[in-house]
Antibody, heavy 122, light 107 residues
């Protein structure tokens, strides 16, 4: 059974940093592209970042480029999102999500975690 | 980035109604489109991918159509469990983008 479990969210001051983790199981992380998607309170979905299945290419939304870094550790079956220079507008539930097809590009997201809440406030 | 525009932003419907939601891309995305359903407090669920392919386990009352810039999600006969918010998402670019969402409410 495919499972994704995010952790690492919490309250952080503006300008601070936080690292989110997404522990995966039930599939081989090294053969799937992965993404982070966030949802601000009462708002819609916003794709934040993705990493291709090879792990060689990463992609970011303009809103986080230069501040967030996506990475993975296939030996730990874990996806990460390092967030720095956090702003109030980064407040959201952050979901990790797996791509539909193995050995393929970032495309459609078929499995999602339950989300972890990040609150940026002084 | 490719912009995705959904309409309407909300729709009121009754059980048994046929509901249609549209999504327009700011440029040609071929068939690189997905539809998701999200209920309050839960993660989104993939319904349709590649514009018209039904995800495994999704009821056949859901269908998708379109290509290029204009796409449609249709619920043929609305069921009580279908009241939710629906999002389209493009995957023509590796930088994915979502539409703003359509809330399907009980009439």
């Amino acid at each position: 059974e495919v499972q994704l479990l995010e952790s690492g969210g919490g309250l952080v001051q503006p300008g601070g940093s936080l690292r989110l983790s997404c522990a995966t199981s039930g599939f081989t992380l090294s053969t799937y592209a992965m993404s982070w998607v966030r949802q601000a309170p009462g708002k819609g979905l916003e794709w934040v970042s993705g990493i291709n299945y090879v792990g060689s290419n990463t992609f970011y939304a303009d809103s986080v480029k230069g501040r967030f870094t996506i990475s993975r550790d296939t030996s730990k079956n874990t996806l990460y999102l390092q967030m720095t220079s956090l702003r109030a507008e980064d407040t959201a539930v952050y979901y990790c999500a797996r791509d539909l097809g193995s050995n393929y590009q970032i495309s459609f997201l078929d499995y999602w975690g339950q989300g972890t809440l990040v609150t940026v406030s002084s | 980035d490719i912009q995705m525009t959904q309409s309407p932003s909300s729709v009121s419907a009754s059980v048994g109604d046929r509901v249609t939601i549209t999504c327009r891309a700011s440029q040609n995305i071929r068939s690189w489109l997905a539809w998701y359903q999200q209920k309050p407090g839960t993660a989104p669920k993939l319904l349709i991918y590649a514009a018209s392919s039904l995800q495994s386990g999704v009821p056949s009352r859901f269908s998708g159509s379109g290509s290029g810039t204009d796409f449609t999600l249709t619920i043929s006969s609305l069921q009580p469990e279908d009241f939710a918010t629906y999002y389209c998402q493009q995957a023509n670019s590796f930088r994915l983008t979502f539409g703003g969402g359509t809330k399907v409410e009980i009439k």
